[in-house]
């Protein structure tokens, strides 16, 4: 398979030299020059497969021999190997037409580990093999920075620099960052918040003198590597009610908490590739940017909120190019066009028409703190099943939403025990498992820095 950019000037590159790439040299994200189409009978035929067999067949279409069968197989096993339920992304039925899959059973409890472990074992396989220097440079809400640094922690030949908003991040996704000795991590509390630390980030990469000669590695969900071992997981739930006894063919909705648009790409792309899903709902929270653009068709930062789901408080959606560029027929000329436009005057804005379009690809609700909070507490009180507050998010959409009769599954990308903030205000106690709780009694290892990017840059000559 090859990849080309979004913004039409990187083109015919490989699968192992996109992740490396990370962001297109010109400024756009990678994308697949076509987007492979699963037919029906193989669909029938990979419903019988485990987890990891079916993301190796879907990994196998994108990565077409770059990497030899048996070392992909041994990088997947490998990968979701430290995942405590053996079917990776169990699914729990909630009530009447509402499942969650549970996507938080990886080594730091959220989503991010489903391709963050695959991530953190193919540098580390690529630096072997390609004898590359691995120095990646992350920004983090609180999720992907954990997730990034177990990916790699330890490993030889990777160096791991993580950004994060001072004061920003719940405990636990601080404690699980800032708790890891390995010399190869090093940890940036940033002045500002999560849109600077990307920003930041976003410019540094930008900036391809110092990324080629720093090496600078990408692991945020701009990458390519990022989004397959995402849409995995939206075959698989489907692929598990279909053995419950779902009709043939039946369509299947999903709810997706959103912030970078990165999981719901994923599910926007398992939807190309055939897979029969109903509506893509996504879900928001105060920070609302995308519930407005699917609903108004107007894509404008609004003012930055703190919330109980930190993990989605993005203003601009670092994966939104990708939706852009199908959106506008793969016409790479005119989405650099309106990227351009959005630089200078910080809104894009759709037709009529295109707007329908999108509001056939997605649905949206924007769900507050007061109803995150309340849903959480119905679902408890009602089912006995703890949401945390960004799938709580999620399902608050899917009541809104999903119609009579529909199957939803909403994605649960956390573990409550890592948002307890929230938890609490409700007054139900949880108990924390071991893993977590033994993040408290540890030493932390962190260095403030203001948010700018000479600062960082500083900051990032010393520690290469
Ligand atoms: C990262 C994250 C999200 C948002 O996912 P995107 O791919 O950025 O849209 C939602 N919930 C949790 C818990 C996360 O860590």
Avoid at 63 to 89: C, M, Q, W
Avoid at 144 to 152: D, F, K, Q, R, W
Wanted: net charge negative.
């Amino acid at each position: 398979m090859e990849f080309i950019s979004t913004r039409g000037k990187v083109a015919g590159i490989g699968f192992i030299d996109a992740v490396l790439m990370g962001l297109g040299d010109d400024g756009g994200l990678l994308v697949p020059k076509h987007i492979p189409h699963i037919s029906e009978d193989t669909l029938a035929k990979w419903q019988q497969l485990s987890y990891q067999e079916l993301a190796l067949e879907i990994f196998k279409l994108y990565i077409d021999g770059e990497i030899p069968h048996d070392d992909l197989n041994k990088l997947v096993n490998d990968s979701y190997a430290t995942f405590r339920s053996p079917e990776v992304t169990p699914l729990r039925r909630v009530k009447d037409g509402l499942h969650v899959l549970e996507l938080f059973h990886g080594p730091t409890f959220a989503f991010k580990d489903i391709a963050l472990q695959f991530l953190g074992n193919l540098y580390s396989y690529i630096a072997r093999e390609r004898n590359a220097t691995i120095h990646i440079l992350g920004a983090t809400s609180g999720d992907t920075g954990a997730s990034a640094i177990e990916g790699v922690r330890g490993k030889e030949g990777i160096k791991i620099c993580i950004l994060y908003p001072h004061g920003k991040v719940s405990k636990v996704q601080e404690l699980q960052m800032t708790t890891v000795d390995d010399a190869n991590v090093l940890n940036l509390s940033v002045e500002g918040n999560f849109d600077d630390c990307q920003r930041i980030i976003k410019e540094l990469f930008a900036d391809v003198a110092f990324k080629q000669e720093s090496h600078l590695r990408a692991i945020n969900s701009i990458n390519i590597a990022r989004l397959l071992p995402q849409t995995v997981y939206y075959f698989y739930a489907y692929f598990q009610l279909a053995k419950q006894g779902l009709t043939a063919g039946a369509q299947v909705n999903f709810s997706v908490p959103t912030g970078n648009f990165g999981d719901i790409f994923a599910g926007y792309l398992a939807k190309k590739m055939g897979l029969p899903i109903g509506k893509l709902i996504l879900a928001t929270n105060e920070n609302n940017i995308l519930e407005r653009f699917v609903n108004e068709g107007l894509y404008q930062p609004g003012e930055f909120h703190m919330t109980y789901s930190p993990s989605m408080d993005i203003q601009v959606a670092s994966n939104f190019e990708r939706y852009l560029y199908y959106l506008l027929g793969e016409n790479a000329a005119e989405v650099a066009a309106r990227m351009d436009g959005f630089k200078q005057e910080g809104r894009i804005a759709v037709t009529d028409e295109l707007r329908a379009q999108v509001q056939r690809d997605f649905v949206a609700a924007s769900v507050e703190n007061d109803d995150c909070l309340a849903t959480i507490g119905q679902v408890h009180d009602d089912f006995g099943y703890l949401l945390d507050p960004h799938t709580a998010c999620g399902v608050a959409a899917a009541d809104r939403l999903a119609g009579k009769g529909e199957v939803t599954v909403a994605l649960a990308t956390a573990h409550p025990a890592k948002f307890n903030e929230a938890i609490e205000l409700i007054q139900i106690e949880q108990s924390f498992p071991p893993q977590i709780q033994a993040l408290f009694d540890k030493p932390q290892h962190q260095k403030r820095v203001e948010g700018s990017n000479e600062a960082v840059k500083a900051e990032l000559l010393k520690f290469f």
